[in-house]
């Protein structure tokens, strides 16, 4: 079985801040893909940005960018010019690839950020 | 907006009833997933339905029971309700294929036993 490990239970950055976002993950799968997702107030999962494990370039989308280590099992994200609206918690997301999703997401923990005016 | 819906947003009841929960996927979407969300547990993958039938089971209870109908919404039932049920219940779909990677979320249902 896979486990996702967030290390960080709480971050607070300034507004127009950089702030990474740590996540480490054990699987013996060498395909799979990795997911941030965000949970703002609202309770509402919203995708983020997903990598393909056979990829080596890092994703990235507008200001959220990934750093994918698959050697070290290391998947952080890192958010740039953070705005208030990226308060929320983010959650670390683990899915085989081999099954074609057949049994879902593996989430960590989750850090909650906190962007502070 | 994902176009997932799920009803209700919150339900009240107390211990020993029994709830079922909705949930309306994306329209095309065949896959329907289960999750629950708690404080101490985090967000647990229950189960998937893809087009009528089960696919895989995670942390499910044998209190709890789901299944898709013919027009691919969804009900998870739950009964024998504790208070450790109390929870938010996320419903996610996902479109066919062979890479079904891509979960859309609905708003979920609070559950709260009393």
């Known amino acids: 079985a896979q486990t996702v490990t967030q290390s960080q239970p709480e971050m607070s950055v300034q507004e127009a801040e950089t702030v990474t976002l740590s996540c480490t993950y054990d699987?013996?799968?060498?395909?799979?893909?990795l997911f941030w997702y965000k949970q703002p107030p609202s309770r509402q999962m919203i995708l983020v940005i997903r990598?393909?494990?056979?990829?080596?370039q890092n994703a990235t989308e507008n200001r959220f960018s990934v750093n994918f280590q698959k050697a070290a099992k290391s998947f952080s994200l890192k958010i740039s010019d953070s705005q208030l609206g990226d308060t929320a918690m983010y959650f670390c997301?683990?899915?085989?690839?081999?099954?074609?999703?057949?049994?879902?997401?593996?989430f960590g923990k989750g850090t909650h950020l906190i962007i502070q005016p | 907006d994902s176009g997932v819906t799920q009803t209700p947003k919150h339900l009240i009841t107390a211990t020993g009833q029994r709830v079922t929960l909705r949930c309306s996927p994306r329209?095309?979407?065949?896959?329907v997933y289960w999750y629950q969300q708690s404080l101490d547990q985090g967000l647990q993958f229950l189960i998937h339905?893809?087009?009528?039938?089960?696919?895989a089971k995670g942390n499910i209870l044998e209190r709890f029971s789901a299944q898709q109908f013919p027009d691919l919404h969804s009900e998870l039932n739950l009964s024998s309700l504790e208070l450790g049920d109390s929870a938010l219940y996320f419903c996610?779909?996902?479109?066919?294929?062979?890479?079904?990677?891509?979960?859309?979320f609905g708003s979920g249902t609070q559950l709260s036993v009393l």
């Open positions: 990598q393909e494990a056979y990829k080596q």
């Open positions: 339905y893809y087009n009528g039938e089960e696919r």
């Open positions: 996610a779909s996902s479109a066919a294929g062979t890479l079904n990677e891509k979960l859309f």
């Open positions: 997301a683990f899915m085989k690839q081999w099954t074609g999703g057949a049994d879902g997401l593996t």
């Open positions: 329209s095309g979407d065949l896959s």
């Open positions: 699987t013996s799968e060498s395909n799979y893909y």
